[in-house]
Each structure stands twice: as structure tokens, then as C-alpha cells.
């Protein structure tokens, strides 16, 4: 009697671990035992409070207090929907320029050579300026009378001060010095797991350094490029201080967090801003997701790095 | 706050019963004024407060926290010190206890009488400790500009003879731009210096104007002081403290000058001290006591400080010869005789009140800093 | 061994390639050298209005900072929620990268959005209620309430990191591990633990940038002695009032100098390249 | 089979799919206690799959696997208490030689000092004294090899499972290794299944073969039957029976079940199975000895190879078939020699038995 | 030699050091085109490091290499234009089997129609229709080992470097790779440097068979000179001669340096060397026959272990020394039996020549 629903239940289980469910998945249970007692309810509560508008806002007033009334006023008003684009307009470039860049570097640095530890760790140095030093050095450094203007002023490049900030490019200056590190540490740690024998195989069948690299170690970095890309991405996306700082935050740098802000810290309109927060976590979602999807086509399996 | 259960004057005691620890948040800079009058209240009181904890923070962060602290039920801080932002942000939010309700206890402080007004502001839930009539003024460099701009014409055909030369910070960062901002009207002679969606056409169409001749708009106030000092702007706006202080402090060269524009208005700013709902008897009880006895002559001359809310006292009855020795020193050197002039001789005009202050600053973002404006 | 240094330079001089990369390089590090150098030569400056460099040097604003915000003591705070934060999110998160980048399952998908939203979703939204909870729990307002606040985005940061570095490992590794009978808590401290250093530490490196920039969530579950530097940073950057600009890049100075040693000392224990495979990179 | 540490052990009926195609197809297979079972089959049949499953690394798709009774397929793999050595090695590239092998100490507590001391007798039996503190990443592939045939047995594991552990060695060491297995196996108990390429390996070092073939098994058996009684074609194939005659068989020739003479147009064999109306007559190429004598044919000798003191040919018959032979004598190409074979040596199976891979062309 | 690409390969003094120690010492050797060179020797004596300084892969300590009198070993390899089989295969696991196969072939360029026939030539070549689709980490073992080989000859490189690239096959497919092996050698002409430790490989494959021990070359020669008159004592063991007998030498015997018989105690062999005092007898187990004979004597059979025809027997002196025969009668532990071996298979050695690997104990 018992023994057939034994041999179902041991059946069950093993047709369960085909489908990739074993004990192995407890692992995850800290994790989503943490997120969901620390971030779903905090983030449920943001999200229907963005469905209730303030009363007696100015959205309420314009639109209702219907539960979209809030999206609907961020659409409806061009000053609003505008910091989608100037935010992906800095972001996107910003993530791809640090990924694009941190490769050919990273790839540089593989294989052993005095002084490459240096080398490293001053390239990841930048890590540690935050937001504040970064702009407070990109002023002084690149202000009308920084070193910068100083030199080109003097080389007699320039004639009058160029002004590197207040604008869209101080503040994309900014996203690629805290950025670029943040990438190029990723790329060098996903580097460092393929096995160079791989490239040295391709090597022994004709494929140049760039062949090499083109058909060997992107596509094997990919994975790890793309989750590379997402952080920085959205790292960049949430930019805030320095868009203010450094950049022009009335006009070409008014990212989307600074409506945010706006609406929950000058207007106090917090379903307003909640509302902001959660299209600029859908925005960013496309924009991951697609990445990611395009990263699951991608082989993703060991590459003889470590084993 | 549905987690603040509040109190009546009849549960909070003349006194702690025991001596509390009072967590104090600073939110306005307030501290630099306000720090050395709590520290004597504290030595001098040791029955009511026997230890003080200090936090700075951002003021707009601020009611945030003390909501999620009433929310639990757990609310920490003893004492806010804010500006007008938090302060109304608060009232709105139903933050800050009513202080009227316990008017009796703080006595009836000697306020000035533009700082009545400002005191107005706080509808009874918060207590003013500072106050300065700030601006608008414009602080210029003498070596390249001879003549300073007497009225806002002169300013805007000076900008337009000295492209990127003339500066103020974006209003909604900045307390002399905001001033700058909201003392236009005045001398503008707007129809409704109180209502920038209505009644502030001719400023609007002044600043749409002067902006063709702005380089920038700093998103700090220093920054603008820097540019002066540096020689990239020549003239920018400025008030009474961010005049006498930055100059102390050598970020402005000592000789640079001010002036102000005809028909000028002082638009007058203060600081508060606002007790969140949920305190406990006891807090509530200390904050009182300490509050009142910040009120006192002998503690507001603290107040002048490095000149950085020159003057600074609240109340009336407050000199310089009253301040601590150093205060008397810096505002000696680097305060200007003129102001004793100045500030009786122009009408003064409460800031703002912080929903019409946003408003302004969003429009001002929408059609001056926004860059819309052909340049 | 000469002639494997002479290939070595020629295949260096034969490639603008190589040139191109360490020029780009040397001029990213030049404006890096004229931004930190910009900051640093100011907060020792006594006045710099214009002219290359200020006109006389002190160290005073340092002074000034260091009491105004009682920087010692924010330092050891920064440094315990940090490394807490950092420890935690590893040891959690880790064996749900593991789980993540292993196994296939039903699910996954909602999973893995569920891990993306507290990263993608500025903490404006949820900061408050979050600290309400904590609140409740009387968690926070101290230690616990800011290492809890942030470890909420640092979680799946790691997790979303680390799945990639596990990807790369060949199971077979941990197969053999198994069959010696590891258990899957050996496995972890002793296999996957120090094939995973490289990705550890650039995830532990982020997180604790991260953890200590992070300044909305800290604020809101700080209490008066739980304060983390850029609480004190922001505030003596953003907050009204008027401050010495030497005073404030004291204070950027100072948070630098923090993070770099910090980072240092990472860099010390563990060279983010320094890896198995470069025994198989002979030259 | 002296102590062994476990005294049966039952796979039944025992699968393993990827996807749509089974690589393990219903194995059925009860070991012994101490007994040593080596798997053979051509490349990609099955064999290391078997071992995962056997290890718990692969779960089952289907069937069973019984340890004493008790079921084990449920069980992950580190608390069966198996040893194993990876086809790839796997070894722990983080760690040195000697770590690597002492690993398995480290996890069962073994003492410190009684740990060390067998990971150095480990070390000296694989001949690895001067690489001990090496990495993996710096040894040979021979020598990464013996790191993982260390590694397994170090543990003196109840059942130890070794998937072609010597196919890296060169033929002195392989012989030397091959007989330091045997011992261990032999002193300790040591119930093992083995997965080889190695014809010799297996039939010297095994106390049953299992011959797979796409997953399915062909025959199990002592290693004398198999390789004098392939049970079909294909292990007859596979034992190296390499030259496959199709012939008619002659008409009334052992028609009888018991009759296992059986006469295919000039050749007589013995039946291994029911025929139809034509066979296939399979021979080894060294069952063939030049000269005249039973089943003699000729043959020109078209390619010869020197393979020691044997040489390896390549001869077609008058019928146009190609023959392998491997014979002493000294032939050159263009020789046509007169070959034969015992009739006992010429196995006829039926033509539709399953055949063994096919030739490359 | 039909139509090689390259007429002469020389390797001059190549040397190649891993921290002190010298992997590869001093190899010196000329390689002409077309011809098939065997590199044999134990594990661990710098078989594959030799490949990979041929290759280009291992920049060299010391010496040069110089094709067709241009110095090539400050090439990087892909400029070499040499295929490689990796001893641990090294195939992309991000591409299939065919794009593995195809990828050199994209890399040269070749026109995409030309190129995909050219890929399933080459996947029938090694048999891995059924699999052309799947990828690395989906295959067998032997599997991959196919798509290495089929990668490295799908090229037709000038000079294709094998290393071990049979060990995980299939006797039966093995032999058939094999034969695939030495035909694409014969009809494109390639240069062939292969490593194996398959004894009979090398001997039926290579023109000349290269013995390295230790980084240093030990003997270079065809492989009927190096299987039957090794150049040391250690050639020999690697050779098969398993037995060696330490015995003195017969006072008188062999004295003249051309007397090639020496008479050792009872046995009566052939001199390779100048000896001393003592010399070491060795004999390979199958050059035993039992019974009455030249050098007769009697051993006690100790073990006996089945190997198909054959069987392989360790048996025991009357002088207590160990013996390895491989005879084809049947013998039974315990008996006592007369074995002989003729006196031109008995290689004499001095004692002091470098010796074989030690055994284990
Ligand atoms: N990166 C390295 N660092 C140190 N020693 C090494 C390294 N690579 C190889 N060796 C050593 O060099 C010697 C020769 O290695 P090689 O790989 O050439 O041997 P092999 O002849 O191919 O042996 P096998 O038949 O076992 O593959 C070995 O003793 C090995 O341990
Ligand atoms: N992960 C996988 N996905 C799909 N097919 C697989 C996978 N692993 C193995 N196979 C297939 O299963 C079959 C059996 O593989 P297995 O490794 O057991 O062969 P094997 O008998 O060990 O062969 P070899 O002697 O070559 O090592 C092979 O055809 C192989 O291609
Ligand atoms: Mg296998
Ligand atoms: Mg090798």
C-alpha cells in the first residue's frame, strides 16, 4: 500500500528536478523571505498610493481624483514627460559609453604585467569620489577658471572659457567618472572567469587578436556585459545630485528624479511622486528587460574559467 | 500622523519628571546661530535636559522621516529646528504640535515687528528663534563695475551691455535667488506681489527678458559667490548674511559692494523651532522651557554670530554690544553701516507662503530656467 | 626569455590598438587627476578666487568639518553599517544567485522582476513606509534600522552580479565536491567561495560605494548617533545655510579618503583579477 | 571481496533523458558487494551518464536505484558516500595537489595528522611526489588525471566510481596504475564501477562487463563470455570481432536450434543466433594465422602497419571483401598469402542483428 | 608526401621553463614535410609543452623554430596557420559542434556554401551527424574529442599538432579515427606532430617516433628501430620491455666492443651498451614462450589475468624475481612452467643507464 505512493512521490520528485526543482531553490528562500518582509509591502504602499491622488493638488484639481489621474497629469504636461527622454537622452550613452569603454580596457589588462595591480586599482579608484567630489571637482576643474579653461586659455586653444558644466555634458561627465569604474571593476571580474586557452585555441586556427576577441571572449563576456549595462544603466537613470550640481536642472538635464523629487519634496505631493517613481521603474524595466531577454539567447554556461 | 497620540496642556508637566534626553534636528543651519544658547540652556538645566544630541539634515527630507516615526508610533526627535519649507510642509502635514496651545508656558517673546509677521507664518505650531530681513540685494565686484545698477531697468540694460556677467542661483536651491525671485514683484510693481500665477506678469516678462543675458544658473549660492570672486560674474544678487558671511569666511574678496534696486521691498525671512506630534510629556515639556529661554534678549544676541542672518535676533531689544565678543569682532570688519540704514528705511514683506513659493519656483523652471526662452 | 620579451614589445609597438587604449586611459586618468587634485588643493586652501592656485595653504577647514559633524564618530557608524550591509547581502544573497543562474523553474521570471524593483525603484516611493515598518519594530532609529534600510537595494544587487560569476563556473567543480561529501554549505565557503572572490569583492566593492552614498534610506532610519557620513556630506552640501566651499570639499576629502581605504584594503586581500585561470595565463 | 562496506546495490530499470532522447534506457543491473563492473560501449552511449546517476549527480528520469534495500535515488549525492573520478577530472582549481585530494578527508573530520598522512600516500601512489604542492592549472593532463584517481580513492569510498581514469596515462604507467587499482580494490573491498575504452583494461581489471549501446544495455557477463560469446553483432563488434562477412547461408546447413555449426558459402562458423537466409560471419583480425588450415582462403595484401612485434593488415579477398588481419609474419603489400581460421572462431550472426557502429567510409 | 605545404620544420634547441624547472630541454629536431612525427614519453615529460611552443602558445625560454628557413617562433599563432587538437580539447562552449568545426574556416575567409560542405565532411568524417547541432558542454566525452579533431583537420593546415587526441575513444572507433587519421595525412600531405601514449598508435601511425623524457629527447628514429633496438634502458621499459633483470655480467662474455651477445648469469642477450660490472636485462612479457627453448627457466605463476586471446601472467624466478609474461596458453596461478625467450629479444643494458620510471611499490 504504501510502497507504490512512495515510488510516486520519489517519481514526482524526480520529475520535478528535471523541470530544475530541488532543494537547491531553499537557497533562495532568505532572499525572497528578506525582500518580501522588507520591500513588497513599502513598495504595494507606493504603488496604490500613486493611485490616490493628493486631495486638493493641482492634479486632483486639473484631472480628478480618479486612480489615474496622476499618470495622466505627468503625460498631459510636456514639461513632465520630457525628463523620460532627457533622462534616457544622459543614461543610455552614459551606461553604453562605460561598458563600450571599460572593455577594450579591461581586455587589455587580462594576462600578467608589471605594474598592472596599479594600473587596476587607480582605474577603480573614481569608485570611491561619490557624487558630491565628482561635482564639486568638475566645477573647480572644469569651471570658467578651473585648471582646465586655464591650460586651453593659456595653449591658446580657446579664447574665451569653455563652459564644460551646467550643462548636458557635466553632468554626462559625471555619470562616466562614478560610472566607468563601477563597469570597468564588473568587466575585469567577468574577464577574469574565461579561460584564455580559449583564445589561444581560436589563435592556433587562424583568428586574430580582434577575430579572437570578437568571436571568443564577447560572446562568452556578454552575459556578464549585459547585467554590466542594466546597473549602470540604471545607476545612471536614477541620476539625481549631479544632474542638479552640475548640470542645467530647469532645462537639459532636468532628469526624471528631479520631477520626483519636485512633487515629493517641494510639492509634498507624495502620490504624485509615487506615481513619477513608478513610471521611471516601468521606463527602466523596458529597458532592462529587453536587455535581459536579449541576454537569455545568449549562451550562458561555464566558460572554463574556473573548471 | 495616525500613530501620534497627542497631548493637551493639562498631561504635560511644568517640568520633566525626569530629565530628558532631547534629540535636536537642525534642518536650516539654524545650529550655527542657535547652538551656544541650547548648550548654556542645557548646562544651566540639568533637572530638565541632561544630555542633547544634534542631527543636521536636508529639509526636505525631513517630514518623511518624522511620518514614518509617527506612523510607528516611535517618534525620536525631540526639537526641530527648520526654515519655513519644512515648517509648512509640516503644518500641511500635520507634523508639528500646536505651540499656541501652550503660549502661557513660552511666555509672550518680544518679537520685532516684521518678525511677528513671520511668526504668522507658523499658524501656531511652531516657535520663530531667528530672523533676518535678507533681501534682495546684488552684491557687486567695484573693480569692474563702476556704477552699480540703481533700478531693475539699469540691472537689465547692464546685462544686456554684459552678456554672462550678471547671475543669480535657481530659486528653488537658493536662498538669494529665491529672494532675488520673490522681492521682484516689489520693485517691479507687480499687481499681486503674493500670487506669482496671477500677479507677477511684469516679473515674469523682466526675468524671460534678463535671462537672454544669463550665462547660467548656478544650482548653489556659492557657486555664484565663487564666479564673483573669480571674475567670471561680475554682479549678483545677494542678501543681508550671504553679503557679510561668505566675506568673513573669505569666499567673497572682502571689498566687493552691494546695492539695491529702486523700489525695493525687504522680503523678510526667519527660522522656527517646531516640536513633532508624539513627543513625549516630558520632551514636550523641556522643548518649551528651552524655547522660551532662547527667547531671551541675553540668548538671541548669540544670534548675530558671523553675520550669516545679520542681524539675526528675533526679538526687540537685541545690539551687537550684547553679542559675544567674536560676533562683535566679525560684524566690526565685515559689516556694512549702511544696513543700519537700510533695513528701518524699506517696507518689509514676508516671504512666501511655501505652497506659492513651489508654484513660483516650478514656473520659474517652466519659463526662465528651463532654457525655452531664445537665448 | 629574451626572445619572449622581444615578442612582447614588438607585438606592442605593431599594435595602435594598444596605443589607442592606454591613451585613452592615461587621459581618462589626467581629468580624474584635475578633478580630485581641484577638490583636494581647495579644502587646503585659505582663499581661491582665481589664479592656479590658492593663496595660502591651512588645514583648518578639516578642523572645523571634523567637530561640526563629529566626524569620528560617523566614521565608525559608516564603517559598521557598511561592512554589515556588505556581509549580509553576500551571505544572502549569494545562494539565491546560486539557485538563480543553476536552475530553470516556473517562475523565475516573476522572481527575478521581483529582485530587479527595489533597484530600479527609487527609494522615494517605498523610503517611508520601509521606515515606518522598522519603525514599528523598533528597529530603527538606530544601527539596525540603517544596515535593514539598505540592505534592501544591496540584496539584489548582489544577487543580480553575482548570477553572471556563477554562470561561468563549470558545476562538474561542485559535482566533484559533492561526490568528496561537501554539503552545500562546504561548497559555498570552500568551492564556489573562492572560485566566486573576483565577483564578491566587485559586488561587496559596489555595495559598499553604494551603501554608503545611499543617502535617502539612511536618513530616514538614522538616529541622532546612527548617522552615516553623507548624511553629513548632503547636508553640508544641499542644507540652507552658508558654508566655507573649503569646508565642503574638506568634507568630500574626507569621504573619499574614507572610501579609498576602505577600497584599499579590499584591493589588498583580494586583487579583483588575481584568479585561477591566470596560473593557466603562462606570460 | 574482502569487507566490503555495502553488499548490494540494485539499479532497476534506471533512465536518463536530455530533452526528447534517452541516454540512459532502462538499465537494470544488480552489482555485488566488492565486485568490480566496468561499463563499455562506444562513444556516447551512455556510460558517463550512468555513473552521474549512479552518483545522484543527474536525477533520474525514471526507475530506481536500491542500496541494501534502502532507496538511494532520492539522496544527494555527498550523503551516498561514493567516490568519483570525472571523465574531465574536475578537479578543484583553487587548490593544490595536495588539498585537492585531501579535500574528502577535510569533509568526513578525518584527523589532521591521519589525513596527511594518506593524502601523502595517496600522492606517492600516483607518482605526483614532486608536483604535490602544484595546481591543477600547472600539471599535465596525465598528471591532472592521477590527481583525480587520488582524489577518489583516497577516500576509500563504498563504491567508487571511475569513468576512463586512465585514458590520459601512457602505457607504462597505465599498466602500473591499472594494477595499483586492482590492489586497492582488492585489499579494501572496493566495489567499483568502471567506465573504459580500454578493451584489455576491462577484460583484465573487471568482474562483469555491461556492454551499452545507445543507452540500452547488450550484455552482461563475465569478461571470458563476452569476449568468446557476444551476445549479438554488435558486441561481437565491439570485442573486437572487426571483420563482418555477409554471406548466404548455405541451404540445409545447421538448421537445427542446437546445431551451432553453421556453413556460409565457403566459410564454417558457429552460431551465435537464429539466421535468416543470409548471415554475417564476424572474425577477429588476430584469429587468422597465414597458411593453410581450416577455412583457408587467399588474400592480397594491400596496406600493412607495424605494430611491434605484430603487424597490423589490410588484405582483400578474392569475393572483394576488405579483411583485417593481424598476424606475426612479415608481409609487404602485393603478397597474396593464403589465410585461415578456426571454425570455432567464426561467430555467425543473423544479418539483421544489431550491428555495430558503422565504418567510415 | 604527396603535396606538403611546407618542406622543413626545425627546432633548434627549443627549450621552455616553468619557473626553475625545464619542461622542455633543448629539443632539437628537424621535421620535413608531409612526414608524420610521434612525440612519446610519461607523463608529465613535456609532450604538450612541445606543442604549444610549436604552436605558439608558450613563447619559448630558449632555442628557435625556423619553417622553410624563415624563423617562426616570434610568430603569434594565428599568423603559424597550424591546426592544434588540445589535449583538453578547448572548444568555444558558446558555439555548436558545427560552428566549433566551422569557426577557422570563417576565420580564413572561405566562401560560406564551400565552408558548410566542408563542416559536414567533416562532421561525417567523425561521426557526429546526430550532434552537429548540439554544444560543447551537451556532449560526451569521446564526443568532444571528435569535434576537436574534426576542428583542427577541417582546415587542412600546413602542420596539424595532435595531442592525445584518440585517448577517449572507443577501441573499435578509435581504430577507425585512426585509419581517418592516416588517410587525410597520405592524401593532403599534412605535416602531422602527434602525441600520444597509445604505443600501437604511435607505431602505426608515425614516420618517426620522437622519445622524450623529462624535456629531453632520449631517442629519434622510425618506429621499428625504436621498438626494437631502444637507444637506453629507459627507452626500453617505455617500449614494453616490462622486465628488467639486474644480473652480473658473465666474466669474459662480451668483452669486444663489437660482441654483440653477452651472456648475463643464465641468460644469454644482445648488448646496446657499453656495460659495467652488473647489467640490466630487458625482456617484453610477450616475447616469453612457454615451454623448453633458448634461455629457459623455471617461474611459479602467480597471477593470471584474462586479455582476450592472450592472457597476462606475473610469475615469479626461482631468483625471487618478478616476471610479466603475456602468453597465449591457459595458465593457472600456482602452476609451475618453463618459459624461454631467444637471446636476440633479451636487450642488454648497463645499469647505470637512465632507467625507466620507477615502478610503484
Ligand atoms: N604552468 C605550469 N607551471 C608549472 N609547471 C608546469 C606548467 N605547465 C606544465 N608544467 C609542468 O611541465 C611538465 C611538462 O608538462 P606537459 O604538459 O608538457 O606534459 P605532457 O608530456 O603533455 O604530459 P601528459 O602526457 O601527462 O599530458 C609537467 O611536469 C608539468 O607539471
Ligand atoms: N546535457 C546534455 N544535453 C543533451 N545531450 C546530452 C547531454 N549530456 C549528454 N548528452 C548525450 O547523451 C549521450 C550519452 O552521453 P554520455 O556522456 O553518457 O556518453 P559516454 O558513454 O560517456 O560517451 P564517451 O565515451 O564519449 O564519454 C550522448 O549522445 C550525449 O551527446
Ligand atoms: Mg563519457
Ligand atoms: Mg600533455
Redesign the interface.
Known amino acids: 500500500m504504501a510502497a507504490p505512493a ?2 510516486g512521490r ?2 514526482l ?2 520529475r520535478l ?9 531553499l ?2 528562500v ?3 523571505v ?2 518580501v518582509a ?6 504595494v ?3 496604490q ?2 493611485f490616490q491622488p493628493q486631495p486638493g493638488s493641482e492634479t486632483v484639481q486639473r484631472y480628478g481624483s480618479g486612480p489615474f489621474a496622476d499618470y495622466h497629469a505627468f503625460f498631459a504636461d510636456s ?1 513632465l514627460r520630457n525628463t523620460i527622454w532627457t533622462t534616457l537622452k544622459l543614461s543610455l550613452p552614459a551606461g553604453l559609453f562605460n561598458v563600450i ?1 571599460s572593455v ?2 579591461a581586455y ?5 604585467f608589471r605594474g ?2 596599479t ?16 561635482a ?13 579653461n ?1 591650460l586651453l586659455l593659456d595653449v591658446g586653444i580657446v579664447d574665451h ?1 569653455v ?1 564644460f558644466t ?2 548636458y555634458w557635466g553632468v554626462l ?1 559625471s555619470l562616466i ?1 562614478s560610472g ?1 569604474p ?1 563597469a570597468f ?2 568587466t ?11 583564445e ?10 580582434w ?2 576577441f570578437r ?2 571572449t564577447l ?2 563576456l556578454a ?2 556585459l549585459a ?1 554590466t549595462f ?2 549602470t544603466f ?1 545607476l545612471a537613470f ?1 541620476v539625481f ?1 549631479s544632474a ?2 552640475v ?6 538635464t ?1 532628469v526624471i ?1 528631479i520631477a ?3 512633487a ?5 505631493d ?1 502620490s504624485m ?2 506615481a513619477i ?2 513610471i ?2 516601468a521606463v ?2 523596458i529597458v ?1 528587460g529587453l536587455v ?1 531577454g536579449w541576454r537569455a539567447t ?10 | 500622523g495616525g500613530g501620534a497620540k497627542d497631548l493637551t496642556p493639562a498631561n504635560v508637566p511644568d517640568s520633566p519628571k525626569n530629565p530628558v534626553t532631547l534629540n535636536i534636528i537642525d534642518v536650516a543651519g539654524n545650529l550655527q546661530l542657535t547652538k551656544g544658547m541650547i548648550d548654556e540652556f542645557v548646562k544651566s538645566h540639568p533637572k530638565v535636559i541632561k544630555k542633547v544630541t544634534y542631527t543636521n539634515a536636508t529639509a526636505p527630507e525631513l517630514p518623511g522621516k518624522i511620518k514614518a516615526q509617527q506612523s510607528a508610533g516611535q517618534v525620536q526627535i525631540g526639537l526641530v529646528l527648520t526654515g519655513t519649507d519644512a515648517l509648512s510642509a509640516g503644518i500641511d502635514q500635520n507634523l508639528w504640535v500646536k505651540t499656541d496651545d501652550y503660549a502661557s508656558r513660552l511666555g509672550n517673546p518680544n518679537y520685532q515687528a516684521p518678525a511677528q509677521k513671520m511668526q504668522e507664518l507658523a499658524e501656531g505650531h511652531g516657535v520663530e528663534v531667528v530672523y533676518y530681513p535678507s533681501g534682495p540685494l546684488i552684491e557687486y565686484n567695484p573693480k569692474t563695475v563702476s556704477k552699480p545698477p540703481a533700478t531693475a531697468e539699469e540691472l537689465l540694460a547692464w546685462a544686456k551691455a554684459h552678456p554672462k556677467k550678471f547671475q543669480y542661483a535657481r530659486p528653488a536651491n537658493s536662498g538669494p535667488g529665491r529672494t532675488f525671485l520673490m522681492g521682484l514683484p516689489y520693485i517691479l510693481g507687480d499687481s499681486n506681489p503674493k500670487d506669482p500665477k496671477a500677479g507677477w506678469s511684469k516679473t515674469w516678462s523682466y526675468l524671460q527678458e534678463l535671462t537672454k543675458y544669463v550665462d547660467y544658473y548656478p544650482s548653489k549660492t556659492s557657486e555664484t559667490m565663487s564666479n564673483l570672486a573669480n571674475g567670471s560674474a561680475d554682479i549678483i544678487a545677494t542678501t543681508t548674511g550671504w553679503d557679510i558671511n561668505p566675506r568673513a569666511l573669505g569666499q567673497v574678496p572682502a571689498g566687493d559692494k552691494v546695492a539695491y534696486l529702486k523700489g525695493m521691498h525687504w522680503v523678510t525671512d526667519a527660522q522656527y523651532a517646531v516640536v513633532p506630534r508624539g513627543v513625549s510629556a516630558d520632551v514636550l515639556s523641556a522643548d518649551l522651557q528651552l524655547i522660551k529661554w532662547m527667547l531671551t534678549p541675553q540668548q538671541q544676541a548669540k544670534a548675530y554670530d558671523d553675520g550669516y542672518f545679520y542681524p539675526g535676533p528675533a526679538v526687540n531689544g537685541v545690539t551687537v554690544q550684547m553679542a559675544p565678543q567674536k560676533s562683535q569682532q566679525v560684524i566690526q570688519q565685515f559689516g556694512r553701516p549702511e544696513y543700519d540704514q537700510w533695513i528701518p528705511k524699506f517696507p518689509t514683506e514676508t516671504s512666501l507662503p511655501a505652497k506659492e513659493q513651489v508654484a513660483a519656483f516650478d514656473q520659474w523652471d517652466r519659463t526662465v530656467g528651463s532654457g525655452k526662452v531664445k537665448k | 626569455m629574451s626572445t619572449a620579451i622581444m615578442t612582447e614589445r614588438r607585438r606592442l609597438a605593431l599594435r595602435p590598438g594598444a596605443w589607442l587604449v592606454w591613451g585613452a586611459v592615461v587621459f581618462f586618468l589626467l581629468i580624474l587627476a584635475g578633478v580630485v587634485g581641484a577638490v583636494v588643493v581647495d579644502s587646503f586652501g585659505t582663499r581661491w578666487f582665481s589664479g592656479w592656485l590658492p593663496s595660502g595653504w591651512t588645514s583648518r577647514w578639516y578642523g572645523t568639518t571634523w567637530r561640526e559633524f563629529d566626524l569620528g564618530n560617523v566614521l565608525v557608524v559608516t564603517l559598521e553599517v557598511a561592512l554589515a550591509v556588505v556581509v549580509v547581502s553576500l551571505v544572502v544573497g549569494v545562494p539565491a544567485a546560486y539557485a538563480l543562474a543553476r536552475r530553470t523553474f516556473p517562475g523565475k521570471r516573476v522572481l527575478m522582476v521581483a529582485f530587479m524593483l527595489p533597484i530600479l525603484i527609487p527609494p522615494i516611493t517605498y523610503g517611508v513606509p520601509l521606515a515606518t515598518v522598522l519603525y514599528k519594530f523598533h528597529l530603527a532609529g538606530k544601527l539596525s534600522g540603517v544596515i535593514l534600510a539598505n540592505l534592501v537595494p544591496a540584496v539584489p544587487f548582489v544577487i543580480l552580479v553575482m548570477t553572471p560569476f556563477i554562470e561561468q563556473i563549470d558545476p562538474k567543480i561542485e559535482s566533484a565536491a559533492r561526490m568528496c561529501g561537501a554539503r552545500t554549505r562546504v561548497i559555498f565557503t570552500r568551492i564556489l567561495g573562492p572560485l566566486l572572490i573576483p565577483g564578491m569583492l566587485a559586488a561587496a566593492v559596489l555595495i559598499l560605494v553604494r551603501t554608503v552614498g545611499m543617502f535617502e534610506l539612511t536618513f530616514l532610519t538614522a538616529g541622532s548617533d546612527s548617522q552615516t557620513l553623507v548624511v553629513a556630506l548632503y547636508y553640508s552640501v544641499s542644507a540652507a545655510g552658508i558654508r566655507a566651499q573649503q569646508e565642503i570639499d574638506a568634507m568630500a576629502v574626507i569621504y573619499t579618503l574614507f572610501m579609498l581605504v576602505l577600497l584599499v584594503v579590499a584591493l589588498r586581500f583580494v586583487n579583483p583579477t588575481q584568479l585561477v585561470t591566470q596560473i593557466k595565463e603562462r606570460d | 571481496m574482502t569487507g566490503s562496506k555495502i553488499s548490494e546495490l540494485r539499479l532497476d530499470h534506471v533512465s536518463r533523458g536530455f530533452g526528447e532522447v534517452l541516454a540512459l534506457d532502462g538499465l537494470d543491473l544488480t552489482i555485488e558487494g566488492g565486485e568490480f563492473v566496468a561499463l563499455l560501449g562506444p562513444s556516447g552511449c551512455g556510460k558517463s551518464t550512468a555513473l552521474n546517476c549512479l552518483a545522484g549527480l543527474l536525477p533520474l528520469t525514471n526507475g530506481s536505484i536500491t542500496l541494501d534495500g534502502r532507496r538511494i535515488d532520492t539522496l544527494p549525492p555527498e550523503q551516498r558516500g561514493f567516490g568519483m573520478v570525472f571523465q574531465n577530472y574536475a578537479l578543484f582549481p583553487h587548490m593544490s595537489v595536495r588539498a585537492n585530494i585531501g579535500f574528502g578527508l577535510k569533509m568526513a573530520k578525518v584527523a589532521k595528522a591521519d589525513a596527511r598522512r594518506r593524502v601523502e600516500e595517496a600522492v606517492a601512489l600516483v607518482q605526483l611526489g614532486d608536483h604535490a604542492a602544484k595546481f591543477p592549472g600547472q600539471l599535465s593532463g596525465g598528471q591532472q588525471q592521477r590527481v583525480a584517481i587520488a582524489r577518489a580513492i583516497v577516500m576509500e569510498p563504498a563504491l567508487v566510481l571511475m569513468d576512463e581514469p586512465l585514458s590520459n596515462l601512457d602505457a607504462k604507467l597505465r599498466l602500473e596504475m591499472r594494477t595499483e587499482i586492482k590492489r586497492i580494490h582488492q585489499t579494501l573491498g572496493l566495489t567499483t564501477v568502471y567506465v573504459t575504452h580500454d578493451q584489455e583494461e576491462a577484460l583484465s581489471l573487471a568482474d562483469r562487463l555491461v556492454l551499452l549501446r545507445e543507452g540500452k544495455v547488450q550484455q552482461v557477463g563475465p569478461p571470458e563470455t563476452v569476449y568468446t560469446e557476444p551476445a549479438n553483432r554488435f558486441v561481437a563488434g565491439f570485442m573486437g570481432y572487426r571483420n563482418e562477412l555477409e554471406l548466404p547461408v548455405s541451404p540445409g546447413s545447421g538448421t537445427t536450434a542446437g546445431d551451432k555449426t553453421v556453413v556460409l558459402g565457403e566459410l564454417t562458423g558457429t552460431r551465435r543466433e537464429d539466421l535468416g537466409e543470409t548471415a554475417v560471419a564476424a572474425i577477429r583480425p588476430e584469429d587468422f594465422t597465414v597458411g593453410d588450415g581450416p577455412n583457408a582462403m587467399e588474400v592480397d595484401v594491400e596496406v600493412v602497419e607495424f605494430q611491434g612485434r605484430e603487424q597490423a593488415v589490410q588484405a582483400r579477398t578474392a569475393g572483394g571483401d576488405e579483411l583485417h588481419l593481424r598476424v606475426q609474419a612479415r608481409l609487404a603489400p602485393g603478397d597474396r598469402v593464403t589465410v585461415s581460421v578456426p571454425p570455432e572462431r567464426v561467430l555467425v550472426f543473423a544479418a539483421d542483428s544489431p550491428a555495430a557502429p558503422e565504418e567510415v567510409a
Open positions: 512512495t515510488a520519489i517519481a520528485r524526480h528536478a528535471d523541470r530544475g526543482m530541488d532543494r537547491t531553490l537557497l533562495l532568505p532572499a525572497v528578506f525582500i522588507l520591500f513588497i509591502y513599502p513598495f504602499y507606493g504603488l498610493l500613486s514639461y569603454a577594450p580596457i587589455r589588462m587580462r594576462g600578467r598592472k595591480r594600473i587596476t586599482t587607480i582605474l577603480v579608484v573614481p569608485i570611491t569620489l561619490g557624487t558630491v567630489l565628482t564639486e571637482g568638475l566645477l573647480a576643474f572644469m569651471g570658467p577658471t578651473g585648471w582646465l586655464r572659457p563652459r551646467h550643462n561627465f567618472i566607468f563601477f571593476l564588473l575585469l571580474s567577468y574577464l577574469s572567469g574565461i579561460d584564455p586557452t580559449l589561444r585555441a581560436a589563435a592556433t586556427m587562424g583568428a586574430g587578436w577575430q579572437r568571436f571568443i560572446p562568452l552575459p556578464g547585467i542594466c546597473l540604471v536614477s545630485p542638479v550640481m548640470g542645467d536642472p530647469s532645462g537639459t532636468r528624479s520626483a523629487f519636485h515629493a519634496f517641494e510639492q509634498y507624495y511622486a509615487s517613481a513608478m521611471m521603474g527602466e524595466l532592462v535581459l545568449l549562451y550562458r554556461g561555464a566558460t572554463g574559467g574556473k573548471g
